[in-house]
């Protein structure tokens, strides 16, 4: 599996349920509507701090995000208790 594509893949996801454009979603991610567009895209990869923004966002979703936290952030418990501070990429099942 190519963790880039699946990253691609989690932003376009995340960002379509959440029913925003990508400027709406770049504003909520605190980047810049290019950096959200090169995601999608596939031309870049979120930074650490952004990939757990997006997590926290996934969370934020209650039941409309579990599947993608179980899919990209596996093992991660369900928000109750500590997590792992310095992630550096998801966890992608292969």
Do not use: C
């Not at 990253?7 to 979603?25: A, M, Y």
């Not at 969370?59 to 208790?81: A, I, N, V, Y």
Request: glycine residues 10%.
């Amino acid at each position: 599996m190519n963790v880039q594509a699946d990253l691609s893949r989690l932003v376009r996801e995340l960002r379509e349920r959440t029913g925003l454009t990508q400027e709406k979603f770049a504003a909520k991610l605190g980047v810049t509507y290019p950096t959200i567009n090169r995601w999608e895209n596939g031309r870049a990869k979120p930074s650490p701090l952004a990939l757990k923004q997006i997590e926290d966002l996934a969370r934020g979703l209650g039941e409309r995000g579990k599947d993608l936290l179980q899919e990209f952030f596996p093992g991660e418990e369900s928000g109750h208790g500590k997590r792992h501070e310095q992630r550096r990429e998801p966890r992608l099942r292969i």
